[in-house]
Nanobody
Framework: QVHLVESGGGLAQPGGSLRLSCDAS????????MTWSRQAPGMGLEWVAK????????RYADSAKGRFTISRDNTKRKVYLQMDSLKFEDTALYYC??????????????WGRGTQVTVSS
């Protein structure tokens, strides 16, 4: 059974940093792309960063470019999201998702429960 567990969320000040982690189990982690997405209060789901199965192809939403860094460690079965220069508008519930393919297809077949990020002064 696929299991994704996010951690690392919390309260940060504007301009601060947080590092999110997603622990994966129940599938061959190194064979699938992974994505970080977020949902702010009252808003729809927005993908933030994508990484293919080996970390060779990475994409960022415009809102994340230059501030967020996605990475993965296939030996540890983890995917990370380093978030720097946080803004109020980064406040959201952040999810990691398993892609159905080794490349970032946008077709997801498993989601974690999310970790809350709140940016507040």
């Amino acid at each position: 059974q696929v299991h994704l567990v996010e951690s690392g969320g919390g309260l940060a000040q504007p301009g601060g940093s947080l590092r999110l982690s997603c622990d994966a189990s129940g599938f061959i982690f190194g064979s699938y792309a992974m994505t970080w997405s977020r949902q702010a209060p009252g808003m729809g789901l927005e993908w933030v960063a994508k990484i293919d199965s080996i970390g060779a192809e990475i994409r960022y939403a415009d809102s994340a470019k230059g501030r967020f860094t996605i990475s993965r460690d296939n030996t540890k079965r983890k995917v990370y999201l380093q978030m720097d220069s946080l803004k109020f508008e980064d406040t959201a519930l952040y999810y990691c998702a398993k892609d159905a393919h080794f490349y970032s297809s946008g077709s997801y077949d498993a989601w974690g429960r999310g970790t809350q990020v709140t940016v507040s002064s």
